[in-house]
């Protein structure tokens, strides 16, 4: 895996600006703070997302992949501010889950998510090295 970082741009801070792989790719569905038991653990976004970056990776274990092969996360939010507020305890989670290895990354504001009570989705892709 390569990050992809112009030499003359600013260093992106918790994301990567592109990332070049080669490998066997798996696609994990937009995770949400539920359990395997589909109840939500928490009401709250801090919460969800504990939840939800558990649940990928739980998923990525299941093609032997590790959060490092973790290539593009997209976050759908549906309060961009209420991200934004949460930004330094959803960093410390994101490095207790997943690591210090930041893929690309793009985190859209929506009007909904299908299932109600979820304040967050995020779906990820991710290449295992042959």
């Avoid at 309060?79 to 305890?89: F, I």
Wanted: net charge neutral; charged share 25%; aromatic share 8%.
């Amino acid at each position: 895996m390569k990050i992809l970082q112009p030499r003359d741009w600013p260093r992106p801070k918790g994301y990567a600006n592109g990332v070049a792989a080669k490998g066997s790719m798996v696609f994990v569905s937009g995770m949400v703070g539920w359990n395997r038991e589909a109840k939500f653990v928490a009401d709250d976004f801090i919460g969800q997302t504990r939840q939800a970056l558990q649940n990928i990776v739980e998923v990525l274990k299941e093609a032997n992949a590790k959060p490092e092969h973790i290539v593009r996360m997209t976050w759908y939010v549906i309060d961009k501010n209420e991200y934004m507020a949460a930004g330094l305890e959803t960093g410390a989670i994101y490095r207790e889950i997943i690591g210090r290895h930041f893929p690309a990354m793009t985190v859209v504001e929506v009007s909904g998510l299908l299932e109600a009570k979820a304040r967050l989705e995020i779906e990820v892709t991710a290449v295992v090295p042959e």
